[in-house]
């Protein structure tokens, strides 16, 4: 072998010796394996001698290059270091996170608390507000009560009859099932009472729904209310009317089943079934003893209470009897007064005993002076249809 060559086996060792030992161990032994086999010449002792010390110089370092590879390659004290801050700084940041967590949610468990602290404080508030108004409310209601207290108790009649109703109105009891006979009467009577029964015939099938809607609504018989009191009063006229209207045109009511109208049996109201005077002896008299029905209750002739353009309600009974009774007790056509005589009404003489001191119930109403003894006669009856 020259000495060319063992240099240039020497360059490499140096080369492989400058390596990471971790990286080219392999290419180590290689080298190794290669500079052993060599054959050396005989013929150049020094340059053997030479080659040999070559040698066991590169076996040195090359045997502890196997020795480093066969082994686990020790990290350094840098790297330990190095890796040491790397495994603090990583937990320092983990622990950084976590503390940064914990705060967040603390945050959001304050945000609730204060959620929760505002929507109790709403609540709060609108109790009280409620608190208040119910407080203002009731403290009304009281003085509306004290106001009522210290009212006199001699209030009229009429008075008391429309607070009545206005109290009713308000709780929404009233029903009043009596427009539809509101709308007839105003519309085909006048006010002096003459009934327009060719106009009613046209609206017959509007008279036929409030029979109807009145036999659905009948008040039991024990019932001595206003609310019945109105009931009955509407019903006598209603069929009263409908009794001309089914046998138009006629002269007289007393042209009608044999001179008796008021004893047929035709007006059915519920389960029963009665005749005009059923409701008017039975019923009406009998229930209230209230002699103003008299001039409520209209028997379609002339000399007849007239026929009001008002329904009764249980609102307007009162109001609506003294209005009707001091017409008709004024009325020249129907009865002559003055402070010597009275030329009544035949209804003054056939119902006596409903009026009991008949001077002193015409006097109610008269502004003439009736005297007690005063001389009674009455008026001859006109039959006669009291319209057209």
């Known amino acids: ?103 967040t949610k603390s945050e959001i468990l304050i945000t609730k608390e204060e959620e929760l602290i505002v929507q109790s404080s709403t609540k709060v508030a609108q109790h009280a507000e409620i608190q208040k108004t119910n407080s203002a409310d009731k403290s009304t209601t009281n003085v509306k009560e004290n106001l009522e207290e210290r009212k006199p108790d001699a209030v009229t009649p009429i008075v008391r009859e429309k607070k009545e109703t206005v109290e009713q109105d308000k709780k929404g009891e009233v029903m009043n099932i009596h427009d539809q006979w509101q709308v007839l009467l105003q519309k085909h009577v006048s ?13 017959e099938t509007s008279l036929d729904a409030y029979i109807s809607d009145l036999s659905d609504q009948v008040p039991g018989r024990s019932d001595n209310s206003k609310k019945a009191k109105a009931f009955w009063i509407n019903a006598y006229n209603a069929f009263t009317v409908k009794l001309i209207l089914d046998n138009y045109p006629v002269n007289s009511i007393r042209d009608i089943a044999g001179g008796k109208p008021w004893d047929k049996k035709w007006i059915n109201l519920g389960s029963n079934t009665y005749t005009l005077n059923n409701i008017e002896h039975d019923i009406l008299r009998p229930m209230w003893k209230d ?62 005993t409903d009026f009991g001191d008949l001077a002193g119930f015409i006097d109610k109403y008269t502004t003439v002076k009736i005297p007690s003894n005063v001389k009674i006669t009455y008026q001859d009856y006109d039959w006669s249809l009291n319209g057209k």
């Open 191 to 203: 006010s002096s009472g003459v009934v327009n029964y060719k106009g009613l015939k046209g609206d």
């Open 1 to 103: 072998m020259s000495l060319n060559k063992l240099l240039l086996i020497l360059s490499l060792s140096i080369s492989i010796l400058s390596c990471d030992n971790k990286n080219h161990s392999a290419n180590i032994d290689s080298n190794k394996v290669a500079l052993e086999k060599p054959a050396v010449e005989a013929k150049d002792t020094e340059t053997v001698k030479s080659s040999s010390e070559v040698i066991d110089q590169i076996d040195a370092p090359v045997a502890v290059a196997k020795k480093q590879s066969a082994s686990p390659v020790k990290e350094t004290d840098q790297q330990q270091e190095s890796k040491q801050n790397t495994k603090t700084q990583t937990k320092a940041e983990s622990e950084s996170t976590q503390k940064e967590r914990e705060a």
């Open 291 to 352: 002699a103003r029905i008299h001039f409520a209750v209209n028997c379609a002739a002339k000399s007849c209470p007239p026929l009001g353009n008002r329904a009764f309600t249980s609102g307007n009974t009162d109001n609506l009897l003294e209005q009707l009774t001091k017409q008709f007790v004024n009325d020249a056509r129907s009865n002559t007064i003055s402070s010597s005589s009275l030329e009544l009404s035949k209804i003054f003489e056939w119902y006596e």
